[in-house]
């Protein structure tokens, strides 16, 4: 089946300008959680999503950062006035299952957002 | 305040031998670890992982050991092959967490 997509790939922004990631789960994937990658660096967490509730947004690292998961299936990760420490790699995962436990991630290709 | 810690950014091994990636946690009460790997332009991809009621788990050429009392894990693969070469990120939650915590990464060469 498909995996876990991410759109677009690519994105350059101007510094102030605001952007819009898109995250389309495994289908059926009760679970959706963003992380942010910086270069050389690995994945840390921003948010969780179980179902259309986000329960987790401790690794917001602003309130520029905002997603939203309105019927429990895609999602959008959005980031206002981008800033040049917003350049990363933005990686989307979902898990099957609600509950926390030993369950797998699944997770995208990203996005890879250069602000400029 | 890292809490996995990858300390080898890189490794290179020739075809054929056992590479070895170790990971070292602070957090006691992480429960479960992952091991993922990462080709350039893709997502992480899901390896293998352990529980923290097992020290050992198998699945083909990988193996993941947990030692509890020393707050370590490794992942060795053999035979090891080219297509082996990737970066190699050790991850953990808690039993009751879902974010992953994610090490730096170790990227791994492996020679033909």
């Known amino acids: 089946g498909a995996g876990v997509s991410q759109s677009p790939r690519y994105k350059v922004a101007k510094r102030g300008q605001d952007v819009a990631l898109r995250c389309d789960p495994i289908?059926?994937?009760?679970?959706l959680f963003w992380y942010q990658q910086a270069l050389g660096q690995g994945p840390e967490f921003l948010t969780y999503?179980?179902?259309?509730?986000?329960?987790?947004k401790s690794g917001l690292p602003s309130d520029r950062f905002f997603a939203e998961r309105p019927e429990g299936s895609v999602s959008t990760l959005k980031i206002q006035r981008t800033q040049q420490e917003d350049s990363a790699v933005y990686l989307c995962?979902?898990?099957?299952?609600?509950?926390?436990?030993?369950?797998?991630?699944?997770f995208g290709p990203g996005t890879r957002l250069l602000v400029l | 305040d890292q809490q996995v810690k990858q300390n080898s950014p890189s490794l290179s091994v020739q075809e054929g031998r056992i590479s070895i990636l170790n990971c070292d946690y602070t957090?006691?009460?992480?429960?479960?670890f992952l091991w993922y790997k990462k080709y350039p332009a893709e997502g992480p991809t899901f390896l293998i992982s352990?529980?923290?009621?097992?020290d050992k788990n198998e699945d083909g050429r990988f193996t993941v050991f947990l030692n509890k009392s020393a707050k370590h894990l490794s992942l060795h693969i053999v035979p090891s092959q080219p297509g082996d070469s990737a970066v190699y990120f050790c991850?953990?939650?808690?039993?009751?967490?879902?974010?992953?915590?994610f090490g730096a990464g170790t990227i791994l060469r492996v020679k033909s």
């Open positions: 995962a979902s898990r099957q299952i609600g509950a926390s436990g030993r369950e797998t991630q699944y």
């Open positions: 957090n006691s009460m992480f429960d479960y």
């Open positions: 999503f179980q179902n259309e509730a986000q329960l987790d």
């Open positions: 991850a953990s939650h808690t039993e009751y967490g879902n974010k992953l915590v």
């Open positions: 289908s059926g994937h009760v679970s």
């Open positions: 352990i529980s923290s009621i097992k």
